[in-house]
């Protein structure tokens, strides 16, 4: 994956409010100290991968586009950005992927195309979340149509039966339509594409 994802500013911001004077000023004090208490935790966490769950991870990403300063805001492009490959690379997308596809666990080799697809992918460049890239890959390239009738075509799938060509399509219409679902579940978590244009 191109280097340049990371080193762009991801999430822009406002200058944070001048402080007050007195009570008022004392009070926004110690909120901001608070709020970059906060942030550090939140990025520690990322540093260190103990978040990586697509629920978690996007809430955090909603945290860092939310920052007022410019300081906080390119204070997490480098570690949201790791922490989303790693979140594909140590296989979690994928196992939550099979998590929402009980009755036909989801194929691990649509993910393994689609990141192959994405590394190769100028255009990859626009977004610095590496698993939201892959599922819209997975999506607009069709892939779960074609690996879905290649799976049901397996003979391994109907041992020692011999299916029609009616039976294969019936089970790859039931793999599509789940992993399908699954997919799509997943990409509602970001009511906004994550990217840079």
């Known amino acids: 994956m191109s280097s340049s994802r990371s080193s762009r500013s991801n ?3 406002s200058s944070p409010s001048s402080s007050g004077s007195g009570r008022g000023g004392s009070s926004r004090s110690s909120r901001s100290s608070n709020s970059r208490q906060n942030i550090r ?3 520690d966490s990322l540093r260190t991968h103990r978040v990586n769950t697509l629920t978690e991870l996007c809430r955090i990403e909603r945290v860092a586009a939310s920052c007022e300063s410019e300081e906080d805001s390119r204070a ?3 570690p949201m950005t ?3 490959q790693y979140y594909v690379n140590s296989n979690q997308m994928l196992s939550e992927l099979r998590g929402l596809t009980t009755k036909f666990p989801f194929c691990g080799d649509i993910v393994s195309e689609a990141k192959m697809l994405v590394d190769n ?3 990859s460049n626009r977004s610095w979340n590496y698993a939201w890239l ?4 997975i999506r607009d390239d069709n892939l779960i149509a074609t690996y879905a009738a290649s799976e ?3 003979p391994e799938m109907w041992t020692p039966n011999e299916p029609s060509a009616e039976d294969i399509d019936a089970l790859a219409a039931c793999f599509q ?3 399908d679902m699954a997919v799509n579940n997943m990409l509602r978590h970001w009511q906004v594409s994550p990217v840079w244009y």
Not at 134 to 137: E, G, T
Request: proline share 4%; no cysteine.
């Open 11 to 13: 999430y822009s911001g």
């Open 134 to 137: 892959v599922l819209v890959k």
């Open 152 to 154: 049901a075509a397996r």
């Open 82 to 84: 790791t922490a989303w």
């Open 41 to 43: 935790t939140l990025i």
């Open 177 to 179: 339509y789940e992993w």
């Open 76 to 78: 997490f492009q480098e």
């Open 121 to 123: 992918d100028p255009d």
